[in-house]
């Protein structure tokens, strides 16, 4: 099967060829027909398989075959919106629109948070028949009434399940609502969670409900390895890992955004080129941090989950979780990141004792078996002297304290310098001796003398 069989717009169809695509993926293939008759569709596959391009050409094409080339901005109403869940992924996703709409004559444009609400009205203004938002900020302009959605005939919600787990649920209702006009409805994932299927029921009709891969399955193409750390050592084996593995470009995934600054801060004392991207930071330095990662200059990208959905990278050869991700599925869209478009990958997470539950949480949801491998000098209960390079800051060391752990510095000195009970053990070190004599008891004479002095109430 080829894409010139699908039933694409000639303008849609020469965009595909120009960028290098002959061969339609499996969701591609099972999907485009499906919405060119105009059916209501809930779509799951694997992260990195094709699925923006899966809903972007047959919407183009259903827009193209009754497209107005009319000057006038009352002509060009909003005929497709598309919801994503950050800002990153609604800016790819309005790339790939941009690049397939390419000479069709169709208008576009990408509205989300993080940058000044004004700067997007004049192009809103000029009419646009395609567009790309994030739910905050497209309700913000329907508050200033610099959209109008009432003309929405399909309504895309892309990685359904993240903007569910981000409390966009009731902004996401109000959306549906005001698409009065709405005669087609496109739902789509990496993993189906029962709040989609909910979702779906409540605004979808009679869904076609296609799933070319294994229900929350990882991406076979991605090697996936997890190294047991106690937490205060892990920013001292990221280093170690990076450097044996050469890793000329790798994403690293923390929960919270003071952990991911803290990462980026201590591998930039290291000696890797490195930024962070996360919420609180502004969009031009989110923008600024991964155009760069793209491009080369910057060979380790500190992310808080931010990046795990739609961040798509040329061949990424590698990513980290430095802390396991709260949710399971979160895991396979950060692996995700790397082994796009059948290109092959490595995931590296560290365990550390204290996230056993998400560790078995992301087992039972792949249903497989993920041994942890030790890494000698870093796992529990091997020693190794410590490069400097990868010794913790010289300021925690001083004020006994890491932000990751309320063990702090005694927990390095313990790896560092002592043995593990298990290596005591094993070493067949005599215990202390239990059968000793007890020292007697001190004579009542003496024992007086210890006796504090009695005042005399007289």
Do not use: W
Request: hydrophobic letters at 40%; glycine letters at 6%; a positive charge.
């Amino acid at each position: 099967m080829t894409f010139a069989s699908l039933g694409l717009a000639p303008e849609v169809l020469k965009a595909v060829v120009e960028q290098g695509y002959e061969t339609p993926t499996a969701i591609q293939a099972e999907a485009i027909p499906v919405i060119l008759e105009g059916k209501d569709v809930l779509g799951a596959a694997q992260t990195g398989t094709g699925k923006t391009a899966a809903f972007t050409l047959p919407i183009l094409t259903r827009i193209i075959r009754h497209a107005n080339h009319s000057a006038s901005p009352a002509r060009h109403p909003i005929r497709a919106l598309i919801l994503t869940p950050t800002r990153e992924l609604a800016d790819q996703v309005y790339a790939n629109v941009a690049t397939y709409s390419k000479g069709s004559g169709l208008r576009s444009h990408v509205v989300y948070g993080g940058v000044d609400i004004k700067a997007q009205i004049p192009a809103l203004r000029e009419g646009i028949e395609v567009l790309v938002a994030t739910p905050g900020r497209l309700l913000d302009h329907i508050q200033q009434k610099s959209i109008n959605l009432s003309q929405v005939e399909i309504l895309v919600l892309d990685e359904a399940d993240r903007m569910l787990d981000m409390g966009f649920i009731l902004d996401i209702q109000n959306i549906f609502n005001l698409c009065t006009n709405r005669k087609q409805t496109l739902l789509f994932s990496a993993t189906f969670a029962p709040e989609i299927l909910k979702l779906s029921k409540q605004f979808m009709h009679e869904p076609v409900k296609i799933e070319v891969a294994r229900k929350n399955s990882a991406n076979e193409s991605v090697k996936q390895e997890l190294h047991p750390v106690e937490t205060a050592r892990k920013r001292a084996l990221l280093a170690h890992l990076i450097r044996v593995h050469q890793m000329t470009q790798v994403i690293v995934f923390c929960r919270t955004k003071i952990g991911t600054d803290q990462v980026a801060r201590d591998l930039k004392r290291a000696g890797f080129s490195c930024e962070a991207i996360h919420g609180d930071r502004d969009q031009r330095s989110r923008t600024e941090a991964l155009t760069k990662f793209k491009a080369g200059e910057i060979q380790v990208l500190v992310a808080t989950d931010v990046a795990a959905r739609g961040l798509d990278v040329t061949d990424l050869p590698f990513v980290v979780n430095y802390e396991l991700p709260t949710t399971p599925e979160d895991y396979v869209h950060r692996i995700g990141r790397t082994g796009r478009a059948g290109a092959t990958g490595v995931a590296i997470s560290l365990v550390a004792p204290e996230e056993g539950k998400s560790y078995e949480g992301i087992k039972k949801l792949l249903n497989r078996e993920m041994p942890l491998i030790p890494v000698h000098g870093f796992s529990p209960g091997t020693i190794q002297v410590i490069d400097e390079r990868e010794r913790p800051p010289r300021a925690e060391r001083r004020h006994h304290t890491d932000p990751t752990t309320d063990k702090g510095v005694k927990e390095y000195k313990q790896l560092e310098r002592m043995p593990s009970r298990a290596q005591r053990e094993a070493s067949e070190v005599p215990a202390f001796p239990s059968n000793l004599p007890k020292l007697p008891k001190r004579p009542p004479q003496i024992a007086a003398l210890f006796q504090p002095p009695q005042r005399n109430k007289s």
